[in-house]
C-alpha cells in the first residue's frame, strides 16, 4: 500500500519557520527596509493598512493590532469593564495565556470541560457554573477549530454575558459559513512566529463589530489616550511594532493558500490513518470549517508513540499536557483531578503531529508509516475509545 521508508531516517520536523520565510524572503525585506527608512516604528500605517485588511478577511468593522496575543487577551476583556470581583468561564484545555487576560483584570477564572469529540468548550457544563458574579464567557477556537458558537451565544444571552472569542489559533476559521473574530462581542488573536499566521517577533489583535467596544480597545492599547498626554482611561501600551504590521501584510496575502494547503495536509492524515484503531483521529464538526494550526490526535501509549517517533526523526507535540485546574499556579482555586474528564483524556493521550504548510507528502507518509509501525508491529496493543 505505502512505499515504505522504514529503514531511511527521514528528519521530519513539528513546523518549519524557515522554509516558509524563503517563500517570502524578498517581499518582507522590501517591507522591513522600507520601516526602518521612513523612522516609523510604532503603529503608523504600515500597522494600520495591516488591521483593514485583517478585518477585511474577517468580516469586521474593527480591528487594532496589539504587541501580543496574551496582551490582546487582556485589552480585550479590560475593555469589556471585566474587574476585580468578576467571574470569567473558560475551557480548561487551553494555553495558560487565555486565563491571563482574566487574573491580568483582578477577575477570576471559572473552569469548564470541552466536549470530546470538538475539544472546544461544551456548553452543556457552563450553566451550573454561572453566579451572580459571572461577567463573561470564552470561546477558545482551540487547534483551529470554531467553537459552537450559537450554543455558546444562546447561554450568554440568557444570562446578560459577553461572550469573547480566544481565536489565537484560528485565523479565516469558519463557523456556519462565518468568519471567526466577529461571532462574540470581541475576538483576540495571535500573531506568535509559530501560529498560522506569525510575525518575526511578537504580535497579536482584538477585533469587534461594536463601535463603543473598539473605541475602548483603542483608547486601552494606547495608554487611554487619543491626544498626546491626555488621558481620558485606563490603559497600557499594547501598541504593535510596524515592523509587525509590514510582515503581517505580506504573509497575509498567502494566508489563505496555506490554510488550504493545511486543510489538504490533515484530510490526508485522516486518509492515511483513518483504519487505525488505536488512534482517534480529529474531528470537523459539521458546523466547522476548521483551520488546522495543530493536528492533534488521541492515543493511549502517548509517551511510548513518541518516543518511537522521535527515534524515526519525527517531531511531535502536546497541546496541553496539563490542564489549566492541574497547574501550580491555579491550586488555590481548589479542583482536583477527575473535575474536568474529557479534558483531562485530552491531557493525558493528546499527540500533535507535523503540519506546516510547506510540509511535503513524503513527509507525510514517512509520519504515518512510522505510527502505522508504532501498532502493527505490536509495540502498542491498546485501543483508545
Ligand atoms: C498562542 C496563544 C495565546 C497567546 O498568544 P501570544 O501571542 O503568544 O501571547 C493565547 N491563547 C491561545 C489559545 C494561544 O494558542
Avoid at 11 to 40: A, G, H, I, M, W
Avoid at 112 to 134: F, M, P, Q, R
Avoid at 261 to 271: F, G, L
Amino acid at each position: 500500500m505505502f512505499t515504505s521508508q522504514l529503514n531511511n531516517v527521514m528528519k521530519v520536523p513539528f513546523l518549519d519557520l524557515k522554509r516558509n520565510y524563503s517563500t517570502v524572503k524578498d517581499e518582507v525585506l522590501r517591507e522591513v527596509t522600507e520601516v526602518l527608512d521612513s523612522t516609523q516604528y510604532i503603529l503608523g500605517p504600515k500597522v494600520e493598512s495591516f488591521e483593514k485588511a485583517f478585518a477585511l478577511c474577517h468580516d469586521a468593522d474593527y480591528c487594532y493590532g496589539t504587541s501580543s496575543g496574551t496582551d490582546a487577551n487582556h485589552l480585550a476583556l479590560w475593555a469589556l469593564g471585566i474587574g476585580p470581583g468578576d467571574e470569567v468561564i473558560i475551557p480548561v484545555n487551553t494555553f495558560v495565556a487565555t486565563a491571563w487576560g482574566i487574573t491580568l483584570c483582578g477577575a477570576t477564572p471559572v473552569f469548564a470541560d470541552c466536549h470530546a469529540s470538538s475539544y472546544n468548550l461544551d456548553y452543556e457544563g457552563i450553566e451550573s457554573k454561572i453566579t451572580s458574579k459571572t461577567k463573561a464567557i470564552i470561546a477558545v477556537h482551540l487547534y483551529g477549530q470554531a467553537a459552537d458558537m450559537d450554543s455558546l451565544r444562546a447561554i450568554a444571552n440568557r444570562h446578560s454575558l459577553f461572550l469573547v472569542e480566544d481565536a489565537a489559533q484560528a485565523h479565516l476559521a469558519e463557523y456556519k459559513g462565518k468568519r471567526v473574530g466577529t461571532l462574540g462581542d470581541v475576538a483576540s488573536f495571535s500573531f506568535y512566529p509559530g501560529k498560522n499566521l506569525g510575525a518575526y517577533g511578537e504580535g497579536g489583535a482584538v477585533m469587534t463589530n461594536d463601535a463603543g467596544i473598539a473605541h475602548k480597545l483603542k483608547l486601552m492599547r494606547d495608554h487611554g489616550s487619543e491626544t498626546k498626554y491626555q488621558h481620558v482611561s485606563y490603559g497600557h501600551n499594547y501598541r504593535m511594532e510596524s515592523i509587525q504590521g509590514a510582515i503581517l501584510s505580506v504573509k497575509l496575502k498567502y494566508l489563505q493558500d496555506w490554510t488550504d494547503r493545511r486543510r489538504a495536509i490533515a484530510k490526508r492524515y485522516c486518509e492515511l490513518l483513518g483504519d487505525i484503531k488505536q488512534i482517534k483521529l480529529p474531528e470537523e464538526m459539521p458546523y466547522s470549517r476548521h483551520v488546522f494550526h495543530l493536528f492533534v490526535i488521541q492515543v493511549s501509549e502517548r509517551a511510548d508513540v513518541q518516543k518511537l517517533l522521535a527515534e524515526a526523526g519525527i517531531s511531535t507535540g502536546l497541546h496541553y499536557p496539563i490542564p489549566l485546574h492541574m497547574q501550580a499556579c491555579f491550586s488555590h482555586l481548589g479542583h482536583k483531578l477527575g473535575d474536568y474528564p474529557n479534558a483531562e483524556a485530552l491531557a493525558d493521550n493528546c499527540l500533535s503531529l507535523p503540519i506546516f504548510p510547506e510540509m511535503t507528502d513524503a513527509e507525510l507518509v514517512y509520519v504515518c508509516d512510522h505510527l502505522r509501525n508504532c501498532f502493527t508491529n505490536k509495540v502498542i496493543a491498546q485501543n483508545v475509545s
